[in-house]
């Protein structure tokens, strides 16, 4: 049968864009044992067996391509980072996965696997057009098209996914065989999915309801909380940067401009042109541009409308045409093209508030200096060049801990904490672009991992001493507080009497409380209907409850569901176990990662070029 497959096909077009990860991974790292096709550099090892760079990188290639012509676009360097991880977690996952289908003779047979193809074609396939009937994956059109002259250049990646497939299947069905589950504990699983409680809760928080005014914090207490919690504090490599901006913040001339425009469009549809091919030409709204800007139905009064939309577009008459209107977004014109009662239907073109004009023009010749005399060169004395030609300050960006982003007051930046990480001392970046600035970073240090000395972390504890003893004032609080309402006051009246929150949550079940803290969870399927509940001590804080209403999970459906709720939590434990099974493998194995000691920045690529030929960016 496998080699009936295997005289049965050509290829298909579609098919050039479906990416096998995990068979490209086997096929391509060596890890299979036959050796591989990459040998001369590695990227690192699991439990001693190579994982070569080349194959690594060759898989992060074809998992961006993959990414980016599903329709991702230009991936940012976060984006890229994580793509890198995800491999490389899946070489590791396969290597040691392989171990133990090694490890335990675990086999499948030609048979096996033309059976498998056959069946259980992979998700590239079921969501193929090609394959499509009435919206739904049709299985005879796969294994009409597996059996007719189409595929050949593509059976071989199947069967080689298929022979993983199952391996994998097997030895996790081995892993997860035991898993049962008893009707007790199944009633136990579904009363955690059905029960449910409304509680009024009161949280008292020490951190949020004491000011730091009311406590105090010497050196010797700062000194010894040190000397007893330093392992809090380790911390992974730091990095330390500077940085120049440019403002991209928008002014009024900016606003004037888009209101300018906006003005000359409308002017545009009354006098005639089409408004649906002003709109998709136009329109700063991407996601209607293409359909005349509707916006569907709207219903008088819905307080989902933004007001001073619905203020207006309830006053047109049928295809009406409103003057710009100001939003947080831009300028937006409206248009009605149906009325029934207090139901209109409205489509609307939006001009967005944008760089403009000169202002514009002194923006890009900033942008432009920053990316000219700044950006992506080894040699840190060009940030303070662009800094002077600028006039703009050279600032420091504080502590940026590995796997961390970087954060300047209230904006946080995206890709330069991937950066710093690759880069060397000196290095600059390319221009990142946040939300109000365009930054060029220097890395100026980074900090090996490990315990800092408190000098370097003295803030940090001092707020960690002050939040321990917040937590001291918050219990006498919580114990007024409760006291309060034992004596007669709601817990609404003594929380606003004390100035602290009250909420009412629910009804919710066991496996999605309102707050993640098994002591609250307890204590809320736990009491009766109209218990004011102790003070519940909590990791992140101190919280009083009462039961407002407790419905209790219907035993007579669960006796109707039973089997097929079993059956959905075996299949919910086999996971868990696989989870668990992976995740002891990879603790236990000796992981050896050196994908850093290859990764480059465009700078330093630039000056391996410009050593090797001569030329290149000066830095």
């Known amino acids: 049968m496998m080699q009936a497959f295997r005289n049965a096909a050509k290829p298909v077009v579609y098919l050039i ?47 961006t391509t993959q990414r980016q012509q599903s329709g991702g ?186 209101l300018a425009r906006a003005h000359a469009l409308r002017d545009s549809v009354t006098s005639g042109q089409p408004w649906a091919d002003i709109v998709g030409r136009e329109s700063g709204d991407t996601t209607t541009a293409d359909k005349a800007g509707e916006l569907g139905e709207w219903t008088k009064g819905d307080s989902k409308l933004d007001p001073a939309l619905a203020k207006v577009a309830f006053t047109l008459p049928v295809n009406g045409i409103s003057d710009p209107i100001a939003t947080a977004s831009g300028y937006e014109i409206l248009q009605v093209t149906k009325k029934t009662g207090d139901k209109i239907d409205v489509r609307h073109l939006l001009v967005r508030f944008e760089l403009a004009g000169a202002h514009r023009t002194i923006v890009d010749a900033q942008m432009d200096s920053l990316q000219r005399l700044g950006a992506e060169r080894l040699d840190g004395a060009a940030l303070d060049t662009v800094g002077r030609a600028l006039k703009l300050n050279v600032a420091a960006t504080g502590p940026v801990a590995s796997g961390t982003r970087v954060v300047l007051g209230s904006y946080v930046i995206p890709d330069a904490g991937v950066w710093a990480f690759e880069a060397k001392k000196g290095e600059t970046s390319p221009v990142i672009d946040g939300e109000v600035a365009s930054y060029v970073f220097r890395l100026d ?97 101190l919280y009083v409850i009462r039961i407002l209403e407790h419905t209790t999970a219907d035993s007579g459906k669960f006796i109707t569901d039973r089997d097929a709720f079993r059956k959905q939590m075996i299949d919910a434990a086999r996971q868990e176990r696989i989870r668990e099974y992976i995740d002891g493998l990879k603790a236990a194995a000796k992981i050896v990662d050196r994908r850093n000691e290859s990764n480059k920045t465009n700078a330093q690529n630039e000056a391996q070029v410009a050593q090797q030929t001569g030329t290149g960016k000066k830095s």
């Open 17 to 63: 864009t479906i990416t096998f990860l995990s068979w490209m991974i086997l096929d391509l790292s060596g890890i299979t044992g036959k050796g591989g096709f990459f040998t001369q550099t590695s990227a690192g090892s699991v439990d001693g067996q190579s994982i070569e760079l080349r194959a690594y990188q060759q898989a992060v290639q074809n998992a």
């Open 73 to 258: 676009g230009t991936m940012t360097l976060e984006a890229t980072d994580q793509l890198r991880n995800d491999v490389w977690d899946q070489f590791v996952e396969t290597t040691l996965v392989n171990d133990q289908i090694n490890k335990y003779h675990i086999t499948t047979s030609d048979d096996e696997v033309a059976q498998w193809i056959q069946n259980i074609p992979p998700n590239e396939v079921r969501t193929a057009q090609d394959f499509m009937t009435n919206g739904a994956f049709d299985l005879g059109k796969y294994q009409r098209w597996l059996q007719g002259p189409v595929g050949q250049e593509y059976v071989p990646t199947l069967e080689a996914q298929a022979r993983e497939e199952i391996l994998r299947t097997k030895l996790y069905s081995a892993v997860s065989a035991d898993i049962f589950i008893s009707d007790p504990e199944l009633w136990q699983k579904y009363r955690d999915q059905f029960e449910t409680v409304k509680i009024s809760l009161t949280p008292i928080i020490g951190k949020n309801i004491v000011p730091d005014s009311a406590v105090s914090v010497s050196a010797a207490e700062i000194e010894a909380y040190y000397a007893a919690h330093r392992d809090d504090f380790k911390r992974d490599r730091t990095a330390f940067m500077s940085f120049v901006a440019v403002s991209r913040r928008l002014d009024a001339s900016d606003s004037a401009a888009a």
């Open 445 to 541: 240090s980074v900090q090996a991992g490990g315990i800092p000395p408190l000098v370097q972390v003295r803030d940090e504890v001092a707020t960690k001493v002050r939040e321990q003893k917040k937590e001291v004032r918050a219990r006498a609080i919580a114990d007024d507080f409760r006291a309060r309402v034992v004596k007669g006051a709601s817990m609404a009246d003594a929380a606003k009497a004390m100035g602290l929150p009250n909420r009412e949550f629910g009804p919710f079940t066991r496996i999605a409380p309102p707050i993640i803290s098994p002591q609250l969870t307890g204590a809320a399927f736990g009491l009766p209907v109209g218990t004011l509940s102790p003070v519940i001590d909590a990791p992140e804080g």
